[in-house]
């Protein structure tokens, strides 16, 4: 699902560009009021600026980075010299230089000191909270104008695709970065069961939190399973019910209207933590009960994700919350082992008449932005353009920039890297109709790849049966695809770096809460849910929650 770029293909859009390309670059700023962008910007501001054309001579562009333990090199490889600052260098005339690169874990400490001693770059990996503080001192150039004139079609419309991640880069109004874009959608908590029970046991497919109980039940008490023994399980949670996507409670909570370790907006429209609110507890209770009844793993509290897929493989547990690849990470191996199993994905239930609606987290965990003093603002846009190419519908299959020919991930190493936050949701919608028209001509590569499995499966090959889960349907995608329609879905309302007293405090809050919660669903009374709420805001919650509020308010 990565990203493939293909540089004939790139200079064979050169062309083309040039024809809707402006002739003056937009990057005039002076006169803008906005308080990120006071005073003038550098000296290409009012310089005409061909953004399809290859600098010559070649410029020199400053950067910072960081690197993960997972990259690995080849043939001399380095992150400052490799296939893509090759690519810069050939192609654009641009001579792309680190300052310094770190390790990921060192990343945002190494950051604040450069920033604290004035030493920028001219394009910047940012997190939020840094991407806030430089606007916020006039130290960022306005991408506005230069983004809307010079990205092309494509660009722009891999980058919008969810415009709630895309704005998260605008302050007051003006886009002061790049948001490295990634899906959101593809996050979003899916109830998954198992259809084969429901048949043998006469049950209907569930449509309320209640018929998730009534099920629940049937699986522990009317042997769905027909080895005659009391083994099976109805709802299977982890002891990390509160972080995990496969087997976590997001999905199940949300069906309370309540988002645990996740900030929504109140109605006065201030930002309150998520698992202290009131239907929080509504949930516990529910919970609370199931467990008593044995509808719950009675174990859940001392297994981890592989000890509950156990369950899954072993035909023993029926239904559980997880996400879009819960079919192909999760039950493909339960699908394989056993034929007459069958799994079908759906939206969350509510608890109530008011329809459940699941939140995801921002894509967006880095910003690319660009200096006040950078003499070349639209070099940005070049590397935007360039890097974006590989989506393009009519793209050639990987030339190399997506894995090396022994199999490296030199994606990787891609200074710009947004990806179409759609993108798996639009191959899904893509594929569906290519097997519905039986008609693939018009998929890409990596589409086609999805289509020939799913057609293996409908062959009989049961290994493919979670592919066909995914991307055809009855899919998750399906399931995803009527959030995205219906506009059913919600964001954290905080996507900021770490507040001052979040580093310092909330660790230790949200062990404490997961504790707290683990004892509830496990019997203990529901006043210690009150007793957490005080505790949370006493012991640093209430001022986290200021110092998001603060945060909220210049966004």
């Not at 009989?460 to 506009?487: C, H, K, M």
Request: with cysteine; glycine share 8%; net charge negative.
């Amino acid at each position: 699902m990565k990203r493939k770029t293909n540089l004939a293909f790139v200079l064979i859009m050169v062309f083309a560009l040039v024809l809707s390309a402006c002739g003056n670059n937009s990057s005039n700023n002076e006169g803008n009021s906005n308080k990120a962008t006071s005073g003038e910007n550098s000296n290409a501001s009012e310089q005409q600026v061909d953004i399809t054309a290859k600098y010559d001579p070649a410029i020199d562009v400053t950067a910072w980075r960081y690197t993960e333990s997972t990259y690995k090199y080849e043939n001399g490889e380095s992150i400052g010299e490799n296939i893509y600052t090759k690519a810069y260098s050939d192609d654009l005339g641009i001579n792309l230089n680190y300052k310094w690169t770190v390790p990921i874990e060192q990343f945002e400490q190494k950051m604040n000191v450069s920033i604290a001693s004035g030493d920028l770059p001219d394009i910047m990996w940012l997190t939020n909270k840094q991407l806030t503080d430089l606007a916020d001192t006039g130290l960022l150039y306005d991408l506005t104008d230069i983004y809307e004139q010079h990205a092309t079609p494509l660009a722009k419309e891999i980058l919008q695709q969810d415009q709630k991640s895309f704005d998260t880069a605008k302050i007051d109004g003006r886009l002061m970065a790049i948001p490295k874009t990634a899906s959101a959608v593809d996050g979003l908590p899916i109830l998954h069961v198992r259809t084969d029970w429901l048949e043998k046991l006469k049950l209907s497919e569930p449509k309320t939190m209640q018929d998730i109980v009534n099920i629940s039940r049937a699986f522990v008490t009317q042997d769905p399973d027909g080895n005659n023994k009391a083994d099976t399980i109805g709802l299977g949670l982890t002891k990390t019910f509160m972080k995990d996507n496969h087997f976590g409670s997001a999905g199940f909570f949300a069906g309370f209207h309540a988002y645990p370790q996740k900030w929504v907006k109140d109605e006065s429209g201030s930002v309150v933590y998520g698992s202290i609110q009131p239907g929080a507890k509504e949930a516990l209770k529910l919970l609370q009960d199931m467990y008593k009844e044995g509808l719950l793993d009675l174990e859940f509290g001392v297994k981890d994700r592989a000890k509950v897929a156990e369950s899954v493989v072993s035909g023993k547990l029926g239904i559980f919350y997880g996400g879009m690849s819960s079919p192909g990470a999760v039950i493909q191996d339960n699908a394989t082992n056993d034929p007459n199993a069958e799994w079908k994905s759906f939206s969350l239930v509510s608890a109530d008449e008011v329809k459940a609606t699941p939140m995801g987290k921002v894509p967006v965990q880095l910003y690319y932005a660009v200096s006040k003093k950078s003499k070349n603002p639209e070099a940005i846009i070049k590397l935007l353009n360039f890097s974006m190419e590989g989506f393009a519908p009519d793209a050639p299959a990987d030339t190399g920039f997506g894995f090396s020919p022994s199999g490296i991930p030199v994606y990787l190493y891609n200074f710009i890297g947004p990806e179409p936050a759609m993108k798996n949701l639009n191959a899904h919608r893509n594929v569906v109709a290519a097997l519905n028209s039986n008609d693939p001509s018009k998929l890409s590569s990596e589409e086609k790849g999805y289509y020939d499995r799913i057609v293996d499966h409908r062959s009989g090959n049961r290994a493919e049966w979670g592919q066909d889960r995914i991307f055809g349907t009855p899919s998750s995608f399906d399931v995803i695809d009527e959030y995205v329609l219906e506009d059913n879905y919600l964001l954290d309302a905080f996507y900021g770096g770490s507040t001052p007293t979040m580093v310092e405090k909330l660790a230790s809050l949200q062990k404490m809460e997961e504790e707290v919660f683990t004892k509830i669903i496990m019997g203990e009374s529901l006043d210690t849910f009150d007793k957490l709420v005080e505790d949370w805001l006493k012991l640093g919650g209430e001022q986290i929650t200021k110092e998001v509020n603060e945060w909220a308010a210049k966004q």
